[in-house]
């Protein structure tokens, strides 16, 4: 058996592995595992960084390495450092595009190039500067959910992971005590509200704070606060206890997040169960597919599977498409030069911060 098979192998082995124990996704994984070995041996072949966001399907989601599974923070750092001559993220669109900024060498492929984003998808670059024009002097923070002409007009790109860290420091450097946050306006009142906590005097202004705009995230903002309490009460989770947690992440309603036992990104609620090993009993207040995939990382955990708020997006990314883009290599994804330096700009501020 060659190098090659060995390690195509194990990866199956892996994958396996990983899905063992969990149900239909393991019979899902055996019922596709030629077509799972076809696309291991395109990757291996022709050398391809393969990105998985934390909201793929178990299976989709498996392909990707350890280190290569994510949220948009870590996989934008990871697009960043690779050496291989094609990344494919299996994602929605905007993440392909910041990968390509990060790497213009690289031939940037994503499975289905519809694979849009309710947040990022109604705002231009336009918008950015009719903002600049009603807010001279206040620094633009704009979301990593939104496409490279946005982040191009922006002063600071963000995620989940980091936005009310990127914030502070924007308002820091810049000597403003207001910023513009881009283009998510629930996540924007919930880093309002942090701030207040925090005892700063900074104000963020944001689509539909006083506008008829409004950018929020076609899943989170299906959650609700009695919904949290119902699953509290349904599943014996109150709040603060010590065995059991309710997660939610910050495009959730302001609402939904005062109900939480922990508010942060995906990778966040990642590392807060990691830090909790005494926690029996899990909800996730996020996109669906995150309990689905955290549930083979953590099996001594019970995820409470109540979820029915998938990202129609991220679905469009299948084993299917997947497998053509590689060995066709098609849906490669380009940004314009003089769009993708100053995007890029953007990015690297963030990445810059502590």
């Known amino acids: 058996m060659s190098h090659k098979d060995i390690s195509i192998k194990s990866k199956l082995d892996s994958i396996e592995e990983r899905l063992r124990g969990q149900g239909d996704q393991h019979l899902d994984f055996l019922a596709h595992?030629?077509?799972?070995t076809r696309i291991l041996e395109l990757v291996e072949r022709k050398n391809v960084l393969v990105l998985g966001h934390n909201y793929m399907a178990p299976l989709v989601y498996s392909i990707s390495g350890e280190k290569e599974?994510?949220?948009?923070?870590?996989?934008?750092?990871?697009?960043?450092?690779?050496?291989?001559?094609?990344?494919?993220?299996d994602g929605v669109r905007f993440m392909a595009e910041t990968a390509k900024i990060l790497s213009p060498e690289k031939k940037v492929l994503i499975a289905d190039v519809e694979a849009g984003c309710s947040l990022a998808d109604p705002?231009?670059?336009?918008?950015?500067?009719?903002?600049?024009?009603?807010?001279?002097?206040?620094?633009?923070?704009?979301?990593?959910?939104s496409y490279a002409d946005v982040k191009a007009e922006s002063d600071y790109c963000c995620t989940s992971a980091n936005a009310i860290a990127v914030v502070k420091h924007a308002a820091r450097e810049s000597g403003a005590r207001r910023v513009i946050f881009f283009?998510?306006?629930?996540?924007?009142?919930?880093?309002?509200?942090?701030?207040?906590?925090?005892?700063?005097?900074?104000?963020v202004v944001y689509p539909g704070r006083d506008d008829d705009l409004f950018g929020r995230c076609e899943v989170h903002e299906k959650f609700t606060a009695e919904h949290i309490r119902d699953i509290r009460r349904q599943f014996d989770m109150p709040k603060g206890a010590s065995n059991a947690a309710v997660l939610v992440h910050w495009e959730c309603p302001p609402e939904v997040v005062a109900e939480?036992?922990?508010?942060?990104?995906?990778s966040d609620m990642?590392?807060?169960?990691?830090?909790?090993?005494?926690?029996?009993?899990?909800?996730?207040a996020t996109e669906c597919e995150m309990a689905a995939n955290l549930?083979?990382?953590?099996?001594?955990?019970e995820f409470v599977r109540t979820c029915g708020f998938f990202c129609q997006h991220m679905r469009r990314i299948t084993l299917?498409?997947?497998?053509?883009?590689?060995?066709?290599e098609v849906h490669e994804v380009d940004v314009p030069e003089a769009i993708r330096v100053k995007a890029r700009r953007a990015i690297d501020r963030m990445l810059g911060v502590d």
């Open 33 to 36: 595992k030629e077509q799972i």
């Open 69 to 89: 599974r994510g949220d948009s923070l870590a996989l934008s750092r990871r697009a960043a450092e690779t050496r291989k001559p094609i990344i494919l993220f």
């Open 123 to 145: 705002f231009t670059a336009d918008d950015i500067r009719a903002y600049r024009a009603r807010y001279p002097g206040s620094p633009v923070v704009t979301y990593i959910n």
């Open 183 to 203: 283009p998510d306006s629930l996540m924007a009142r919930n880093i309002q509200n942090e701030l207040r906590r925090d005892g700063y005097d900074l104000e």
């Open 260 to 266: 939480a036992d922990y508010c942060g990104s995906t």
């Open 270 to 284: 990642a590392r807060y169960i990691t830090r909790r090993p005494g926690l029996v009993r899990v909800y996730l």
């Open 295 to 301: 549930a083979s990382e953590f099996p001594q955990v």
């Open 320 to 328: 299917d498409k997947i497998l053509r883009s590689l060995e066709d």
